[in-house]
């Protein structure tokens, strides 16, 4: 009988497991011998503070990120070939949404490998159920272009999408990049348009505030090298 | 001090409700006083479920469905402007996301009421983790058209706007239209086109796989009445 690949949600910042994490992930995370990580230093820390039963020394740990080389990731599974359970483990977040896990598990459904998601902290949805926006249809994007005459484009053509679908739009932005996300969108986005800003989502800090362009014109927060989520819905 | 608006998950079937819920979540619902929800019925019997410490019948529910007159939504707040905290609990999964949660959330930004997601199941993302598909750029387009003229055209349009833009597209359907949804699919999307049915999330009888539109004609599983999420993505 084939082993299990579960993806093994982890926290978004400096909290303990309990508060993001039900109990069952770490009764599952016991029965793991095998790791396919997208960091194997934080997937050892994090599997410390998991209080887990195996000595962190016995377990097998595979590294992915953008960089590997995908005609490894095949072997990578042939531990649950051979019917261990096998874990994948992001940086931070859910595996497989905004990250290289989804890699991992296209090919587990092409062995025919069980794969099962457990439940756990996602920026994206915690964002997007405290935005107040449609959440009957939404759609995230990931990173907007970086050079602003591409990035106003797309977020004037997503906020006519917006508009047409009554579609909650919603993006990520590398944390040192966010002041000046949110001052091109204040720029861009019509002033009635409602915008979502998330910061630090779970974490002590955070901070979830949705107003109109018009409003977070007036005075915006200092979310500068801090982790957030946008959402924007226009009307 | 206003209290806060925490949205509550709660579980997608009859499993235990520590498999999908932090030990957070049940410290803060012994703090809450006041609940608006979709379901009373239901929402009484997660909070014995949750063992709380308060008598259920010393708790103020108020109940929202897409029947309810919007006019009084904003009076369901008043005990958060009174220092109370209100929890929100929809039937199934996360507040806000596929249901009405998202009227008193927006109503709740525009009071200056803080709005807490607490972490839990939602059937959309943990289909998106175990689907192997892009999670970088995806779309929930709650449910299709009834009539088969105009989900066929949509399915074709969002096949279509899949391929342009690597985006990854997400269905609901009630359980005792699954079969035919899944026919019409089968029928209408591309046989390259990944299909991704995710039956039964987070319960013991759970079945997610994901198949090409081909592969999936040659055998499809039986998935009728049960609560299943659809997605694509298209090559």
Chains 1, 2 share one sequence.
């Not at 599952?28 to 195996?54: M, P, Q, W």
């Not at 080389?69 to 940086?91: C, F, M, P, Q, T």
Request: with cysteine; proline share 5%.
């Amino acid at each position: 009988m084939k082993g299990n690949l579960y993806l093994i949600p982890v926290s978004l910042g400096d909290n303990e497991l309990n508060e993001v994490l039900p109990q069952r992930n770490f009764e599952i995370i016991d029965e793991i011998t095998h790791y396919i990580v997208e960091n194997i230093r934080s997937a050892r820390r994090f599997l410390v503070k998991a209080k887990i039963k195996h000595k962190i020394d016995d377990l097998t740990f595979y590294e992915i990120s953008k960089h590997s080389n995908r005609n490894e990731y095949h072997k990578y599974l042939d531990a649950a070939l051979k019917g261990e359970h096998i874990g994948v483990i992001s940086e931070a977040g859910c595996p497989g949404i905004a990250d290289p896990g989804a890699d991992i598990v296209a090919i587990a459904h092409e062995k025919g490998i069980n794969v099962i998601p457990l439940v756990g902290p996602s920026s994206i949805f915690l964002a997007l159920m405290a935005s107040g926006m449609n959440g009957q249809n939404f759609a995230f994007k990931g990173y907007l272009p970086v050079k602003k005459p591409q990035r106003i484009k797309q977020l004037k053509a997503d906020e006519l999408r917006s508009r047409n679908e009554h579609q909650t739009q919603i993006y990520i932005e590398a944390p040192y990049r966010n002041a000046s996300l949110l001052a091109d969108m204040l720029e861009s986005l019509k002033p009635a348009t409602k915008l979502c800003i998330a910061v630090d989502i779970t974490l002590k800090s955070e901070f979830i505030q949705t107003k109109t362009v018009k409003d977070w014109k007036k005075s915006s927060p200092e979310i500068n090298k801090k982790p957030a989520i946008f959402l924007f819905q226009a009307l």
